[in-house]
């Protein structure tokens, strides 16, 4: 399983949006719980939000109401909408696989990230 590739990260007011994309490998991709991480500064990385492979959500209480994940399988990617962003949105976003023991694991390699910054 190769590293994902994650982009669509970049700079925006408060208030503003962005989508997020990850392109990721491996034959198993359909069936496999995705999700995006963010690590702000100073701070551990995070889940912000995940989606397994029947398309079920989990989201952040942070960025509940204000971010969307999606999948499209059939081109390995997985997206976040990220709307009404804030300053403490800003960090390094990136995407793994998951799963659920008691709290959330990465499975995967990770990438690179994508860079978010949002000014007040």
């Known amino acids: 399983q190769g590293q994902p590739v994650e982009s669509g990260g970049g700079l925006v007011e408060a208030g503003g949006s962005l989508q997020l994309s990850c392109l990721a490998s491996?034959?198993?991709?359909?069936?496999?719980?995705m999700g995006w991480y963010r690590q702000a500064p100073g701070k551990q990385r995070e889940v912000v939000a995940a989606?397994?492979?029947?398309?079920?959500?989990y989201y952040a209480n942070s960025v509940k109401g204000r971010f969307t994940i999606s999948r499209d399988n059939g081109k390995n990617t997985i997206y976040l909408q990220m709307n009404s962003l804030n300053p403490e949105d800003t960090g390094v976003y990136y995407c793994?696989?998951?799963?659920?023991?008691?709290?959330?694991?990465?499975?995967?390699?990770w990438g690179q990230g994508t860079q978010v910054t949002v000014s007040s």
């Open positions: 793994n696989a998951l799963k659920y023991e008691n709290s959330w694991h990465p499975i995967g390699p």
């Open positions: 491996g034959s198993r991709f359909s069936v496999t719980t």
């Open positions: 989606i397994s492979a029947g398309r079920i959500t």
